[in-house]
């Protein structure tokens, strides 16, 4: 089976390897983890790298992506089948499951995540500042805002005297997807974590849903982790723990 990726640069080394080891021919086409800022634009961009992939000899296009801040709601799917893992964002995909996902959010919601990919392709704008739904997008906005004008030092500063990072973060977690080593990545969150007041913690991700995706492991899911659009049907709000659903393209 020959199947294409579509994902966010943030989950790059972890997909390269899973699509080395997987028995199916992969293609790979990276996404600016920054379009996160703006969900329809990178709404937009990904139904255009879809549209242009359904062209080609694929079995099915594979998104390595979760919902996103509604990112991916409303995408179709063309001629051929997209899987899409049933995420709230990558967060879960780097944890390996929607349960340790939960578990992580319900027990320390104020977390500031850290993966290796997603430090190394920082472009210094301070778009997509922290991994995942979690993070407080007033803050955000505020910090790209402060950086663009003033640039990160001065950001960094200009949040911390308002007390910003502490009032909404209280943790660092860097995940360690066991890939290559990330000890520069790792020791550049726990100095943020000190100089910012936050507890550190360094965690071990797992591969499984991204390998699974690769693997074309998802005809059978018992477990419901994957979404697989048939053409016509576009991705629609679950508004349960399914998080994602599918319906008819052509269904308001």
Request: charged share 20%.
């Amino acid at each position: 089976m020959r199947l294409i990726c579509i994902a966010c640069e943030a989950l790059a080394r972890p997909l390269y390897l899973c699509a080395a080891r997987s028995p199916h021919m992969v293609d790979m086409v990276l996404v600016e983890r920054g379009l996160h800022t703006h969900p329809a634009t990178l709404r937009a961009h990904l139904q255009e790298l879809i549209d242009r992939a359904a062209e080609k000899p694929y079995a099915a296009i594979a998104l390595g992506y979760g919902l996103c801040g509604k990112a991916t709601a409303g995408l179709t799917a063309p001629a051929i089948p997209i899987v899409i893992p049933r995420a709230h964002d990558c967060i879960t995909l780097f944890l390996g499951s929607r349960q340790r996902y939960q578990e992580q959010f319900t027990t320390q919601p104020g977390t500031y995540w850290y993966a290796q990919d997603y430090i190394e392709r920082d472009d210094g704008t301070g778009s997509a500042l922290s991994m995942g739904s979690g993070s407080d997008l007033d803050l955000e906005t505020l910090y790209v805002e402060y950086v663009k004008k003033y640039g990160r030092d001065n950001a960094d500063y200009l949040i911390e005297a308002m007390g910003g990072w502490q009032s909404h973060y209280q943790r660092a977690v860097y995940i360690d997807m066991g890939v290559s080593d990330g000890a520069a990545v790792a020791a550049k969150a726990q100095a943020q974590a000190a100089r910012r007041g936050w507890a550190f913690e360094r965690m071990t991700g797992d591969l499984i849903l991204l390998r699974r995706l690769l693997d074309g492991d998802w005809s059978t899911d018992a477990n419901g982790d994957f979404l697989v659009l048939q053409p016509g049907q576009r991705v629609a709000l679950a508004y349960d723990e399914r998080v994602i659903d599918c319906v008819s393209s052509e269904s308001s």
